[in-house]
């Protein structure tokens, strides 16, 4: 088939919203698209582990210990999903992981911020999977494929993990004064990063017009982040908790919540390594890439061997 006629087919599976399949022809932009938006999606996944983790031992009862190691399990294997996905682009999970420990692949700039308190995992869960699931369920319509697919295990499993912040949440206010303040103090210091979640103004960002156009995004930065609000501070008033923005108010007209103005130069400061922890997040994730390399050598020279067997057979 000739370029133009492979650019008219690709054009016309988007128009049609069907999928794009690993062997189907798809311009250059769009498949780089995809890997910088899956790898980055991956990476949050598996640095996301790390502030989860850090309360594995702490958890103030067996059950919600067992929950968390589950939970964190879970993103492990979302991670997985997302590395397998990408792979089907042309590009080596060991060439992600090179781009992500030089600094050339970015990950969320949530997980760059410490959990202090046991209320912090119930905010993480709370706010941070609840606002992935508000992309997530829209990525689930992705016009990829692999990526596509992905989803909607992920989004299964995600919509677990918020129901597992809440309940942590639920637990805290119901409690001592001392557990209601650890609440509020979780999502004194969580509401605004988990807003930045969802990417800068739809103005200032240089992929949301032709992701749009490709349909690997379906729905904008500044649409999926005012979702977000309008679900969650309902919940808020529920648990009696406040929103740390003094210029919340609900507009009567619109339907929707409105916010004060997000702190963009700490997100932008936080996106390009200043944030408070991304220096140790990626030093750990690279000495854990580098202590399971025998682990990796050792896999990959078994198949070789096997592969062998089976050809001389």
Not at 237 to 250: K, Q, R, S, V
């Amino acid at each position: 088939m000739d370029p133009d006629a492979e650019e008219q087919m690709f054009a016309a599976v988007i128009a049609a919203d069907e999928k794009i399949e690993p062997r189907d022809w798809m311009p250059d932009g769009y498949r780089s698209s995809l890997i910088r938006q899956m790898a980055q999606h991956a990476h949050s996944e598996v640095i996301g582990m790390q502030p989860e983790a850090n309360w594995i031992l702490r958890a103030p009862t067996l059950l919600r210990k067992a929950i968390l190691i589950a939970k964190v399990q879970d993103e492990a294997g979302h991670g997985l999903y997302l590395y397998s996905a990408a792979e089907t682009l042309g590009v080596s999970r060991d060439e992600l992981q090179r781009l992500l420990h030089s600094g050339r692949q970015k990950y969320s700039s949530i997980f760059n911020y410490p959990t202090l308190s046991w209320a912090d995992m119930g905010t993480i869960g709370w706010l941070v999977d609840g606002a992935a699931i508000v992309n997530q369920i829209v990525l689930q319509r992705t016009s990829y494929g692999p990526y596509s697919r992905a989803m909607v295990k992920i989004c299964k499993e995600e919509s677990f993990h918020a129901r597992q912040g809440y309940s942590i949440m639920m637990t805290l206010v119901d409690g001592s004064e001392e557990q209601k303040a650890m609440a509020q103090d979780a999502i004194d210091r969580w509401w605004w990063p988990a807003l930045m979640m969802f990417g800068p103004h739809d103005s200032e960002s240089s992929h949301t017009e032709q992701s749009m156009a490709w349909k690997i995004k379906r729905i904008t930065n500044d649409d999926l982040r005012q979702m977000f609000i309008d679900q969650t501070v309902p919940q808020a008033h529920y648990l009696g908790l406040t929103i740390p923005d003094p210029e919340l108010a609900f507009d009567e007209e619109t339907g929707h919540w409105n916010i004060g103005e997000i702190d963009w130069e700490e997100f932008w400061a936080t996106i390009q390594g200043d944030g408070p922890l991304n220096r140790e997040r990626i030093a750990h994730k690279t000495k854990a890439w580098d202590d399971g390399r025998w682990v990796r050598e050792g896999a990959s020279g078994y198949a070789a061997k096997n592969r062998s067997l089976d050809k001389s057979a």
